[in-house]
């Protein structure tokens, strides 16, 4: 299983400490998912290139990610304009689009979009453990940061046993379908992922056990903050300000 | 079972947030430390049962599993779905940050109340009502989750009606099969490992 794939890189935005990365990405998310304007949306789009141009990732990857990631969008994409009251436009059948509803679902897609890019830009290009690090560091709730990296951790590890069990069946010719044997053979598969899971976290927590672990956790990542952070901080911050005040503020 | 960033209204969004945070922190105070590494490698078991693409016809489905993963983690179904879907938000940019809060209590409440509701009962000496109840487990929290997707749709705006009810209606095959092998999957595992289902009952 491959994590991190866009984490592996040099640009700027790589290199941001990931506090003031994490910082952005939410403040940018929320006015983005909320704003309707559309010079606020345009302005958001544009910095959403941006900041996918100064990560300098491949372009392709990006584009298929988004590609994945639009299936909801797609699907809303069937009902939306035939279902919000408005302006006729053209009729397929007994369905009638109207302008409104077009414009509706066009906006949801570039927000959507928007979002998802500075996502990529901003927290895929930072390892998952060290977002972790860089949130433990954001008061979020240490067990939660346990959780996750305890949970990053093992998934590789399963997702290895996963293969494991598949390859087993694969060897005595299993070839999934519609049937009760398949139903069956992936429920008693998914039982014994469970049970292999329950077992090594038996393991783990004795081996910790015997390690001293007595629920404290240490952050060993610490950040700080570079000039070049405390630049780009305040460069962004100034963007998400403005696309804050065109949404909400300048009048039309 | 993702809704995507920008499609929800901010009421929607403030909403599921909010409940999340109260499910999370239930589930964090339930949790005590020594607990972590185990909640932690379920919850990675079921991250990747939920990548098993599982064929129906000509096309194939991915398993959610809200309904086994409430029985085996009660409370703490909370921050591991949470956790479960923070990954597929920052690995995979499924779902998103602002979606987080309504996508997690989507598929976290159906799984809690499935431990309220089958907890005692899969385990029935009885195996016929074991089974039944096992499959009910395994429709309902599908059930339940797109019910709570439909409604968090429809409060955004009276145009995703008709989306929401198909939706609901396309998710109807997802419940039955996953009555189907949460059904299966607990036969199996009341025979080989009942422990694994009293991890939480017996621990209160």
């Known amino acids: 299983m491959h994590i991190d794939n866009f984490a592996s890189g040099d640009s700027l935005l790589h290199r941001l400490d990931p506090r003031v990365k994490i910082v952005i990405a939410l403040l940018f998310s929320v006015i983005v998912a909320v704003a309707d304007r559309p010079l606020c949306l345009a302005t958001a789009v544009c910095f959403s290139l941006a900041l996918l141009l100064l990560s300098s990732l491949s372009l392709r990857e990006v584009f298929l990610r988004l590609l994945a990631v639009n299936a909801f969008i797609f699907f809303l994409w069937l009902f939306l304009p035939f279902t919000y009251g408005g302006e006729k436009l053209f009729s397929i059948g007994p369905l009638t689009a109207t302008r409104e509803g077009i414009i509706y679902a066009l906006l949801i897609t570039v927000k959507s979009n928007t979002i998802v890019v500075a996502l990529i830009a901003l927290l895929a290009t930072t390892p998952i453990i060290t977002l972790g690090h860089a949130l433990g560091h954001l008061y979020v709730p240490s067990k939660l940061i346990h959780l996750l990296f305890f949970t990053v951790r093992y998934l590789q590890v399963l997702h290895l046993e996963y293969d494991r069990l598949r390859a087993a069946m694969r060897i005595r010719a299993f070839k999934p379908g519609t049937n009760l044997h398949t139903y069956r053979s992936l429920a008693y598969l998914i039982g014994m992922l469970l049970i292999k899971s329950f077992d090594r976290a038996d393991r783990i927590r004795k081996a910790m056990l015997c390690r001293g672990f007595h629920g404290e956790f240490y952050l060993l990542s610490h950040f700080e903050l570079q000039r070049i952070d405390v630049i780009m901080l305040l460069i962004m911050m100034l963007v998400v300000g403005g696309l804050a005040s065109l949404q909400w503020i300048i009048l039309k | ?204």
């Open chain 2, 1 to 204: 079972m993702h809704i995507s960033e920008g499609v929800l209204s901010p009421p929607v969004l403030v909403a599921g947030a909010a409940l999340t945070a109260v499910g999370v922190a239930m589930g964090l105070k339930k949790m005590d430390n020594e607990k972590i590494p185990q909640v932690a490698v379920l919850t990675a078991a079921f991250f990747v049962a939920s990548l098993i693409r599982v064929p129906v016809g000509p096309s194939a489905v991915h398993l959610v599993l809200n309904g086994l993963l409430g029985l085996v983690l009660g409370w703490a179904a909370f921050p591991a779905i949470l956790v479960g879907l923070a990954l597929q938000a920052l690995l995979f940019q499924f779902g998103g940050l602002t979606t987080l809060g309504v996508n997690t209590f989507i598929m976290a409440m159906p799984a809690i109340l499935c431990y309220y509701l089958f907890g005692r009962s899969i385990t029935s000496k009885n195996t016929g009502m074991a089974t039944a109840m096992a499959f009910s487990c395994g429709f309902l929290a599908i059930l339940l989750s797109s019910l709570l997707l439909a409604i968090s749709l429809i409060f955004t705006g009276e145009s995703f009606v008709q989306a929401a009810k198909v939706l609901v209606l396309a998710h109807l095959p997802v419940m039955l099969l996953e009555g189907l092998i949460v059904a299966l999957c607990l036969a199996f595992l009341t025979k080989v490992k009942p422990e694994l289902l009293g991890v939480t009952h017996a621990a209160g």
